[in-house]
């Protein structure tokens, strides 16, 4: 272990965000303790993010995902092993990890992080491949305190993310789809930047959903265009009662309506699909909806385009469906 008097504390006015403190404090953390990674992680569902990394050997990047379940850190916060194994090896919990199996591990320093509901969040953590028998006893206090002041900057940028959500939708004017009082492409684009760029600082999670309305320019070729926008109206509105109030859903032209569904993992996604099914056959409107959970390496713009696709397999199903009930 190295002196504690290396470097002093690197907090101060430039520690302005949680990506920022959590760089410093990592570095900090290495420069005091060693280990050859240590990492600020985001947990949603079993998947294990990683937002932050001071990686010297182990070629771990921000974005990179692993399996919770695996992780020394979930039997951590579950009370099988404790924050501080110089000799990894000695902790059953440890020794029996997945991931102990697919990386070398020989010590391991980790502490849970918590949003300000209490909820866990993610961890602070580290390991290296060898025993670290140096690491008592400063280790512990030192990932606690900082793990702390992290925590505590997590639940503020938090707050504020959600403070930047209201504001975005305080643009309404600028962003309506007049016909049906969604927001427009515009908004939508605008809108989807943003929280993709908090989604990349905050590994949070999110779905969009890509909806294609069957039969528009039959009704507009005999009912009129007034029928037309009749039955767009009719999708807002059933869009309008399946999606949770700080969802966005957009019309992005023609027949083509979307939902990103934020803080949203594949489950609740999965759930926002099945709503929107049910409210648009209550509705008797018949819709292709396709649906994509953000991944971390190819970001919203990549669910947008796999939502896509299921949408349009999801729309050449339909037709070949009912070209078969008719034949």
């Not at 937002?51 to 919770?68: K, N, Q, R």
């Not at 940028?157 to 789809?177: G, S």
């Not at 109030?245 to 489950?267: I, K, M, S, T, Y």
């Not at 909806?289 to 949408?311: F, H, Q, T, Y």
Request: hydrophobic share 45%; proline share 5%.
């Amino acid at each position: 272990m190295r002196s504690m008097e290396v470097a002093p504390l690197p907090f101060g006015q430039s520690a302005t965000d949680f990506e920022l403190a959590s760089k410093k404090a990592l570095a900090y953390l290495h420069d005091n303790l060693g280990m050859g990674l240590w990492m600020v992680t985001r947990v949603v569902g079993d998947d294990w993010i990683v937002l932050t990394s001071e990686d010297h050997g182990y070629d771990v990047s921000p974005g990179d995902v692993f399996a919770w379940s695996d992780s020394f850190c979930s039997r951590m916060v579950r009370g099988l092993g404790p924050r501080v194994a110089p000799v990894s090896e000695d902790v059953p919990a440890y020794r029996d990890a997945p991931i102990g199996r697919q990386v070398p591990i020989g010590a391991y320093v980790g502490v849970p992080l918590l949003a300000s509901d209490g909820e866990l969040f993610g961890t602070l953590c580290a390991i290296d491949p060898l025993p670290q028998q140096g690491l008592e006893p400063d280790a512990l206090p030192l990932a606690e305190l900082l793990g702390d002041f992290l925590s505590g900057i997590l639940a503020l940028e938090l707050r504020v993310a959600e403070t930047e959500r209201v504001a975005e939708r305080a643009l309404r004017e600028l962003t309506i789809d007049e016909l049906t009082g969604l927001f427009n492409r515009r908004g939508w684009e605008g809108l989807l930047a943003a929280e993709e760029d908090r989604c990349r600082r905050h590994g949070s999670p999110a779905a969009v959903v890509l909806i294609d309305v069957d039969g528009l320019k039959a009704v507009n070729d005999s009912g009129g265009h007034t029928a037309g926008d009749d039955l767009l109206r009719r999708c807002a509105e059933a869009m309008t009662t399946a999606v949770r109030g700080h969802d966005v859903a957009a019309r992005l032209g023609g027949d083509e309506f979307a939902v990103l569904a934020v803080e949203c993992d594949e489950a609740g996604g999965a759930e926002l699909a099945a709503r929107l099914a049910d409210a648009f056959g209550s509705a008797e409107i018949a819709a292709s909806i396709g649906l994509a959970v953000r991944k971390p390496a190819s970001g919203l713009p990549g669910a947008v385009l796999e939502a896509d696709a299921c949408m349009y397999e999801a729309k050449r199903a339909r037709y070949e469906d009912a070209a078969q009930r008719s034949a």
